[in-house]
């Protein structure tokens, strides 16, 4: 039966999609976590492996929401006894996701060459900021610098400059969802073939790689538009946020005709209709001003009353504890309780046959470290061994 098939003949199970992936994550902070954290909520057994000093060190709060559903081992790799350890681990495994410097995994003895001898269908993942090839390979850097260095960050303002975000794009679209895209595809070959890849993914690479507009704009006109003067960062009067009387903000989102008519006739203000994008930097000024004046007038709850029904596409900026409290991310399950923990955002894909489970809150440093290594083949004399040594803990 081909992999295909027996999907489809399965499809009306409620078995997580990913049941029976094992996964050894050894990353930090917030991209690979979050990325295994979606391998985790589809099945996975994730398995995060920190090291005996400060592990991973993401704040309390991120660390709680990151790492729900997995389970949490710690190993000094420095070790030759820990990184034999590891090794006995990748055996059963079926993806390895690391998240250090370039080299670093092959300076420790657990690097793709050495664990793939071991076991030829592992996925090997490697998340860093500049991949593992290149002139910047070993050079360090955050968010910001990765999307500043790909051509995203002055894509991404108003016309006073580059603005920051308490979203990182290069983190969570570059590095977490580019690397779980990675690690499906490698897993789906692996499952036809027997053979695993090594899935070099860079932050700088995968935001990059979906900034499709501004290469459009510089395919078309040989440059691309300066920040905050493009089609979507404030060329546009309707297209844009606007302030309301008591200081909250609305998002018109008026790009087509339809929507920019009906906004209109909500205004009462018809006299408007013709204005939509009309090309002229002047007159596209003229009527964002005019749309100021107008949402400055009066509060967020009337224009969220009057636009309600979304013919106008245009909607309030709510608050993070306002969207959590909003019906329609009710309805979707986007906000569930966990045990013993906070509110967690639920799975973001639906699919049919599957449910999700009510989420594990996230686990104590090295709270499963005996479980898994039982369950790894380790006898109690190898484990005691290996914690006297300070090889596990």
């Known amino acids: 039966m081909t992999i295909a098939s027996s999907a489809l003949s399965s499809s009306s199970s409620s078995r997580p999609p990913l049941a029976g992936v094992r996964v050894l994550d050894l990353t930090r902070l917030l991209p690979g976590p979050m990325g295994t954290l979606h391998l985790a909520d589809l099945g996975a057994d994730v398995i995060k492996i920190e090291d005996l000093g400060a ?37 059963d495994a079926d993806v390895l996701v690391e998240g250090f410097r370039p080299g670093v995994m092959q300076r420790l003895g657990v690097g793709y060459e050495v664990v793939a001898a071991m076991n030829p269908r592992i996925v090997y993942c490697s998340i860093s900021g500049f991949g ?50 990675g690690i499906l595809a490698a897993l789906f070959d692996a499952a036809r073939t027997g053979r695993g890849r090594h899935v070099d993914i860079a932050m700088a690479d995968g935001v990059l790689a ?25 060329e546009l009067a309707c297209y844009g946020f606007y302030r309301t009387a008591d200081g909250r903000h609305v998002a018109v989102g008026a790009l087509e005709r339809k929507f920019w008519d009906a906004l209109c006739r909500r ?65 979707r399950g986007m906000v569930v309780p966990a045990a013993n923990a906070p509110s ?42 290996l914690r006297a040594s300070g090889a596990v803990g």
């Open 55 to 91: 592990g991973d060190y993401a704040a309390p709060p991120v660390r709680a929401l990151l790492n729900r559903n997995k389970r949490a081992i710690r190993i000094d790799l420095k070790q030759p006894a820990g990184a034999a350890t590891l090794l006995r681990l990748c055996r």
């Open 344 to 385: 967690q955002f639920g799975q973001p894909v639906k699919m049919s046959g599957f449910e999700p489970s009510p989420p594990r809150a996230a686990p104590r440093p090295g709270e499963h470290t005996d479980e898994v290594l039982q369950e790894a083949g380790f006898d109690q004399h190898e484990l005691a061994g």
């Open 132 to 181: 593992q090839t290149g002139p910047l390979r070993d050079m360090p850097g955050h968010d910001l610098n990765y999307c500043a260095l790909a051509g995203v960050a002055d894509q991404i303002g108003t016309r006073e400059g580059p603005a920051l975000s308490n979203l990182p794009v290069a983190d969570l679209l570059g590095g977490c969802m580019t690397a779980v895209m």
């Open 210 to 234: 979906h900034a499709v507009l501004p290469l459009a704009a510089l395919n078309q006109h040989g440059r691309v538009a300066a920040t905050g003067r493009a089609t979507l960062t404030g």
């Open 267 to 331: 205004l009462e203000r018809d006299d408007l209709v013709p204005l939509h994008r009309t090309g002229d930097p002047g007159a596209e000024e003229r009527l964002r001003q005019e749309l100021a004046a107008i949402f400055a007038s009066r509060p967020l709850a009337h224009w969220s009353a009057l636009f309600a029904d979304g013919e106008a596409c245009v909607t309030p900026v709510l608050r993070l504890d306002e969207t959590v409290a909003h019906p329609h991310f009710k309805a």
